[in-house]
């Protein structure tokens, strides 16, 4: 996705880091991401329970060309990607943030202008990593969490935050929730996803050996069936809503999730409260 300079004048803005102060995340709980060896045994009365299926995101990469020459010399070999894809020994997969969220402020809890306590009675932001899922086929990864009831959104992966417009969710203690797909690509061209490898990153960005994320969201289904290792647990499909413009306050670049049927090419425009958070009204476009 390509951005116009006011935009990125925007993010370069909003990348200076802010992190969260040791006292505001110690008052409260860290959420889990279950192995496939510590599934808990009936939902837990005090907490929800969160099922995500990740897509996989690439199987392959550029192919690098090295023009070694003088360079091996004094160490600074020159290196060069071409248009050829080598496939990889093992696919890659992503990394999600979800963070607990002050609807009415619009922003992570106790950031910004949320006057929400961090309390005992939420979960901390958490990455739902690589490597603790509860089974795994092909093209998907199936992940288990439990956290405190509440508001969550989906903030971002390692590298891009979603606060140019994200969903967020509401979750009850006692209950167990199907949060969907989330298909998660590096805008470089390598998704494993057709419709997700057309987009590309600013080449403001990629002349600066940045690439942004972005995300498209399948919508959880009543009929979707979760892996055998889940099937003692009744899962609803969660209800999404936007969440857009939210502070960007772990320093990562700036993205959104895509809008259903959003195509490389298509414009939106970032509306007034775009402009109270320091950023550009103007289009959007490939």
């Given at each position: ?36 060896n510590?599934?808990p045994a ?21 192919k ?9 010399l ?32 619009n ?6 202008s ?48 979603f ?8 979750v009850?203690?006692g ?46 289904l ?60 103007a289009?959007?476009?490939?």
């Amino acid at each position: 996705m390509k951005l116009i300079k006011p935009v990125l004048a925007a993010l370069v803005c909003l990348t200076s880091t802010l992190m969260i102060a040791p006292g505001q995340a110690g008052a409260q709980e860290k959420a889990t991401v279950f192995k496939s060896n510590r599934i808990p045994a009936g939902q837990p009365a005090e907490h929800a329970l969160l099922w995500v299926r990740m897509a996989k995101h690439s199987d392959h990469r550029w192919k690098i060309n090295a023009n070694i020459g003088l360079g091996i010399l004094v160490g600074s070999v020159k290196t060069e990607r071409t248009e050829e894809k080598e496939p990889l020994k093992k696919p890659l997969w992503p990394t999600i943030q979800i963070a607990p969220f002050d609807i009415e402020a619009n922003e992570f809890a106790g950031e910004g202008s949320s006057t929400k306590a961090f309390a005992k009675t939420l979960s901390r932001p958490v990455y739902i990593r690589e490597k603790r899922f509860i089974s795994e086929d092909a093209d998907y990864r199936h992940y288990l969490v439990r956290v405190r009831p509440g508001t969550y959104v989906i903030g971002g992966t390692r590298s891009t935050c979603f606060c140019w417009g994200s969903k967020r969710f509401t979750v009850e203690a006692g209950e167990a929730y199907n949060l969907g797909t989330y298909y998660i690509a590096t805008e470089n061209g390598l998704s494993y996803w057709p419709d997700l490898a057309g987009f590309r990153t600013a080449d403001d960005l990629t002349d600066r050996g940045l690439v942004t994320d972005t995300m498209r969201l399948g919508e959880p289904l009543a009929t979707d069936e979760a892996p055998g290792a889940l099937a003692s647990f009744s899962f609803t499909p969660v209800e999404y809503e936007d969440a857009a413009f939210f502070g960007n306050y772990f320093g990562r670049l700036v993205n959104r999730i895509l809008p259903e049927g959003w195509q490389p090419g298509d414009a939106f425009e970032l509306d007034a409260d775009a402009n109270d958070r320091g950023m550009s009204s103007a289009d959007v476009t490939e």
